[in-house]
C-alpha cells in the first residue's frame, strides 16, 4: 500500500515558468511533510518541510501549501531556473524522531533553458 | 568528512554472491536510517538505528537482508544470495538525534548495486 502518491512523474518547465508537483497522503497521524531534491549520482537533500500547523511556507522560489482536510500538500517553485532541474520527493511522517519517512516515487524536473 | 560517506560508490557482483554496504555517518548523528531507490519507486526505507537501541527491521524485504551498526557509528548493511531484483541504490542517511520531532536527514551519495 502506497502511503504517499506523487504526480507527475515527470515535468517540463520552461525558465521562468512555475513548477508544481503534487503529494497526497493518506495516514492521517501523519503531521511532518518534507521535500527532497536529488541530482544525478547524489543522495536526496532536505529542501523545504512544514508541520500542519500552518498551510503555508515559503522559502526563497519554493513554496509548501498544505490541505489538511484533503490531506494533500504540493510543491511550488517560481520563477523555475535550469539549476532546479533534479528529482523531487515529498514525504511524510509522524513528527517524531521513531518515525521514519514514508517517500512519494519521486517527480523528475527538467527546467529547459 | 563532513557528510555522510557510503563505500562502495559501486558494485557489481554475480546473483548469488553476498555483498556488503558500507555507511559512516556524520560525526555526532545517534540515528542511522538505510532506504533502497529502485528506478521509479522512490526511497523505500529498510532499517533505522537509533543510540543503544533494538533497531527498527520492519522495512527489510526478505531474510536476506541485514544490517549492524558498530560502536554506535558505522553500519554495514550486508545482502546474502544477491537475486537481479536486488540491483538498486541503496542510501544512508543520518540525523543528530531521533528521539524527539522529527530531524533532518542527510544522505549519502548512495552504493550503486548491479547484479548480474
Known amino acids: 500500500q502506497q502511503q504517499v502518491k506523487q504526480s507527475p512523474q515527470s515535468l517540463i518547465v520552461q525558465k521562468g515558468g512555475i513548477s508544481i508537483i503534487n503529494c497526497a497522503y493518506e495516514n492521517t497521524a501523519f503531521d511532518y511533510f518534507p521535500w527532497y531534491q536529488q541530482f544525478p549520482g547524489k543522495g536526496p537533500a532536505l529542501l523545504i518541510a512544514i508541520r500542519p500547523d500552518v498551510s503555508e511556507k515559503k522559502e526563497g522560489r519554493f513554496t509548501i501549501s498544505f490541505n489538511k482536510s484533503a490531506k494533500q500538500f504540493s510543491l511550488h517553485i517560481m520563477d523555475s531556473q535550469p539549476g532546479d532541474s533534479a528529482t523531487y520527493f515529498c514525504a511524510a511522517s509522524r513528527d517524531s524522531g521513531y518515525s521514519t519517512l514514508t517517500f512519494g516515487k519521486g517527480t523528475m524536473l527538467l527546467v529547459s533553458p | 568528512g563532513a557528510g555522510v560517506s557510503q563505500s562502495p560508490s559501486n558494485k557489481v557482483t554475480e546473483k548469488g554472491k553476498d555483498v556488503e554496504l558500507r555507511c559512516d555517518p556524520i560525526s555526532g548523528h545517534t540515528a542511522l536510517y538505510w532506504y533502497r531507490q529502485s528506478l521509479g519507486q522512490g526511497l523505500e526505507f529498510l532499517i533505522y538505528?537509533?543510540?543503544?537501541?533494538?533497531?527498527?527491521k520492519s522495512g527489510l524485504p526478505s531474510d536476506r537482508f541485514s544490517a549492524e551498526r558498530t560502536g554506535g557509528s558505522v553500519s554495514t548493511l550486508t545482502i546474502q544470495r544477491t537475486q537481479q531484483e536486488d540491483s538498486a541504490v541503496y542510501l544512508c542517511?543520518?540525523?543528530?538525534?531521533?528521539?524527539?520531532?522529527?530531524?533532518?536527514?542527510?544522505f549519502g551519495p548512495g552504493t550503486r548495486l548491479l547484479v548480474l
Open positions: 542517511a543520518s540525523s543528530l538525534d531521533g528521539t524527539g520531532i522529527q530531524e533532518t536527514q542527510y
Open positions: 538505528f537509533q543510540g543503544n537501541s533494538a533497531p527498527d
